[in-house]
């Protein structure tokens, strides 16, 4: 669930960076809204490299990821409303999401995550190889719900 909501909100950002969405966006809101809608994408592109996968007893398999292409060229402009309209009621759930995905890798030891070794169950099935959250992604995140 987290993975595919990470992507579709990759996948929104960039439409709405690109301009794609400008015709549903209110004129005074466009470029407010790009803005915050790139900074929430440099974020998702470089979370990739902040995350490792851990596959363990009770966590995703690897047999159950989804394509990383799952939203591409599919959001449809006529319903930006409708993707703002979740994405605001949903922004604090991903927040919080990530952080408690966060909360997992901290448990883990330095040598668990340079190696390969099995821990679990992890509900999401990555974790955070950095030694901190970063609260830019989460402010990033609360700006881009402010205009949305």
């Known amino acids: 669930m987290l993975a595919s909501t990470v ?3 990759e996948e929104f950002c960039k439409k709405v960076d690109g301009g ?24 998702l592109d470089s979370l990739t490299d902040s995350l ?6 009770g966590s995703v398999s690897e047999r159950n990821e989804i ?3 799952l939203y591409k060229g599919k959001l ?16 604090p759930n991903i927040d919080n999401a990530l952080f408690n995905m966060y ?13 390969n070794t099995e821990v679990g169950p992890l ?10 959250v970063d609260v830019t992604f989460s402010k990033a ?7 949305l």
């Open 76 to 91: 449809e402009p006529k319903k930006f409303g409708d993707y703002a309209k979740w994405l605001k009621e949903n922004i």
């Open 123 to 132: 509900k999401y099935g990555f974790v955070h190889k950095g030694p901190y």
């Open 67 to 69: 394509p990383k292409d």
């Open 103 to 115: 909360r997992e890798g901290v448990k883990l030891s330095k040598e668990q995550l340079d190696t």
């Open 141 to 147: 995140l609360e700006n881009l719900k402010r205009h």
């Open 20 to 43: 794609k969405f400008d015709a549903h966006i209110p004129d005074a809101n466009t470029m407010k809204l790009s803005k915050a809608s790139y900074a929430v994408s440099l974020y």
């Open 7 to 9: 992507l579709f909100l």
């Open 52 to 57: 490792l996968p851990r596959y363990g007893p």
